[in-house]
């Protein structure tokens, strides 16, 4: 066991048992870092009630048992009844060197294994992907990822749009400009003025209203060719968001495309389910639901509506049957939804009604990851000069531009140049969004994406590709250095008991699909490396068995950088 929060868990347990009976092993040892000492643990102050003694005294008893041992040196009491724990130089470097030896750098897999239905991305046809979606992408891809490697299963829902009124108008633009003029117009990615355009006329012409009406009505009703129409609509857009993914490095394929007309062949059988539970009822000739303690701005019952009086079917009604297919269907354990803050409600209700419904229970979780905006300097919104919503595209070419411009007086060879700035580019972009708590929101700036210090993409790709180049030097291959790690200075210390903790840090992502957990523990180690790095000289170390030592320390550096970075979706570059 490598993580030593855990260790000391397990160490404080036996404590507890030793000094006040077998009662008392589970109870919560409350173990911390501290600024005093390695960890420290607080468990003596809620005992000490129990006990009926003074805290002090609790906590100098259960100090007795942890001090002295392989992996506490020192157990001492301080303020209240504080227990500061200082791990022993030896557990540290036996840990770390076995950390290096197992090809799971102390990752645990979970098991039994649960599954996981990790809804995220989900842009929407005939709309072009814009800088929200690079958050419920990029999160989302990291969660999975995460999931996977912890061995949970993992289903991949990607809810793409593509049924909703707006298709009326869609399809009678697409007939008014014709199928080739609509295609080349798609296929070149102006996704956002062919639906412009559509959405002129119907703000204008009354006429243009009523055919899309029409249309809708058609389409819900399954005529041939309007649904060869739509088809086409649709595989067209597709074409284009899949190319994002792919330039992202997402691992969504085409196998994880569950769009909302998926679902269609279910709303009837939905509805009349929540009918006959008595979870949904005719109002205002509407079926709606009214899950409990959801009101309007007037006091009145919030309704989430299933069925319009028209008997249309819409957004709320597709996430009703989405979850009955996630819980009954796919099994799911599970539900985690990567969508923006501003459908929080939404799914609180889809939530609730599920509940009512039954389909939720004990058994299964479900949660919304809600992700928070990203804005402009100026705080608002991210916008293009010009107002409109900025193309995720554009986006990744801007970065990617940027990241030429830093680097470019470091390479000669074009070709290699451009690789690198593309990883640089992407990773920075992609790592300024993970490395925020998901639900904040952040300013969008290349300057300090880009930057080559900081908690940035390209500080920690540096850092790789720096321990890379003190293995050239040395003329060793990183997977030969096997150590052992012994400790000889403090900076060696605080790096080894920086990397005991990368499997609490991955399993910290999954409690609340919180990538930027992870982030922060990769930046941690990355300047914990630095530290050691100016202080300890590894090619120049005073004898042969510190630098080897050094050596492997760099190793299981660059190997849990690497694995972490992989864990978020970002690409590294082998030289920088
Ligand atoms: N397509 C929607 C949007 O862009 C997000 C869908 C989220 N997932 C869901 N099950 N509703 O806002």
């Known amino acids: 066991m490598t993580d030593p929060q855990r260790a000391l868990a397990q160490l404080m347990s036996g404590a507890l048992a030793a000094a006040f009976g077998p009662d008392y092993a589970d109870a919560d040892p409350v173990i911390r870092p501290s600024q005093f000492a390695d960890y420290q643990s607080n468990v003596a102050l809620p005992l000490a009630k129990r006990l009926n003694r003074p805290p002090r005294d609790v906590a100098a008893e259960l100090a007795g048992h942890l001090g002295g041992s392989d992996v506490v ?59 929200g979606h690079l958050r419920t992408t990029v999160v989302g891809d990291a969660v999975v990822r995460v999931l996977e490697h912890l061995g949970q299963s993992v289903i991949r829902a990607n809810h793409i749009g593509d049924w909703g009124t707006q ?42 209203v009523e055919r899309s009406r029409q249309r809708v009505v058609a389409l819900q009703a399954g005529d041939p060719e309007t649904l060869r129409l739509w088809t086409m609509l649709v595989s067209d857009t597709k074409q284009y968001y899949n190319a994002v993914y792919a330039r992202l490095g997402v691992t969504l394929t085409e196998a994880d495309e569950v769009p909302e007309s998926f679902y269609n062949p279910m709303l009837a059988d939905v509805c009349d389910e929540l009918q006959a539970a008595g979870v949904a009822v005719i109002s205002d000739g509407a079926l709606c639901a009214f899950p409990p303690g959801f009101t309007g701005r007037d006091g009145s019952p919030l309704p989430l509506i ?48 599920a509940r009512q419904a039954g389909w939720l229970t004990d058994a299964v979780s479900a949660e919304h990851a809600t992700i928070g905006m990203v804005t402009g300097s100026d705080g608002k919104r991210f916008r293009s000069r010009s107002g409109g919503s900025v193309k995720l595209i554009d986006l990744i070419n801007e970065a990617v531009e940027r990241a030429e411009e830093v680097i470019k007086d470091r390479y000669d060879d074009p070709e290699q140049r451009s690789q690198i700035a593309e990883a640089v580019g992407i990773g920075a972009l992609k790592y300024a969004d993970l490395s925020v708590a998901r639900e904040s929101s952040y300013t ?36 030969s250095a096997t150590g052992p790690i012994r400790l000889t200075a403090d900076p060696e210390r605080q790096l080894a008991l920086r990397l005991l903790g990368f ?16 982030a922060a523990f990769l930046f941690e180690t990355a300047s914990a490396f630095t530290t050691f790095y100016e202080q300890c000289p590894v090619l120049q170390a005073p004898d042969a068995a ?7 320390l760099s190793a299981l550096t660059l190997r849990v950088l690497l694995a972490g970075l992989g864990l978020l979706g970002i690409p590294v570059p082998e030289r920088m």
């Open 73 to 131: 040196a020192t157990a001492e009491v301080s303020g209240p009844g504080f227990i500061n724990l200082t791990l022993s130089d030896a557990w540290i470097a036996g840990q770390a060197t076995g950390q290096l030896a197992d090809p799971r750098l102390g990752v645990a897999s979970v098991s039994p294994a649960q599954c996981v239905v990790v809804d995220y991305s989900a842009p929407n046809v005939a709309k072009e992907m814009h800088v």
């Open 167 to 208: 298709f009326g108008l869609l399809l009678e633009h697409l007939l008014d400009i014709g199928e080739e003029a609509a295609y080349s117009q798609l296929a070149a990615g102006e996704i956002n003025a062919f639906y412009q355009a559509a959405k002129a006329k119907f703000d204008v012409d009354p006429a243009f």
């Open 306 to 353: 299933l069925r319009k009086s028209d008997g249309g079917y819409g957004y709320g009604t597709t996430d009703m049957a989405a979850i009955r297919y996630r819980i009954r269907d796919l099994h799911a354990n599970r539900l985690i939804y990567v969508v923006g803050s501003e459908q929080a409600q939404h799914f609180e209700m889809v939530f609730a009604v």
């Open 444 to 479: 969008l700036d290349f300057d300090r994406m880009l930057a080559l210090t900081g908690n940035t993409g390209p500080y920690l790709q540096y850092a790789t590709a720096r321990i890379r180049s003190i293995f050239r030097r040395a003329q060793v291959d990183p997977g």
């Open 503 to 518: 499997g609490a840090a991955v399993h910290q992502v999954t409690e609340a699909a919180e990538p930027h957990k992870l």
């Open 546 to 552: 510190i630098r080897d030592s050094r050596l492997a």
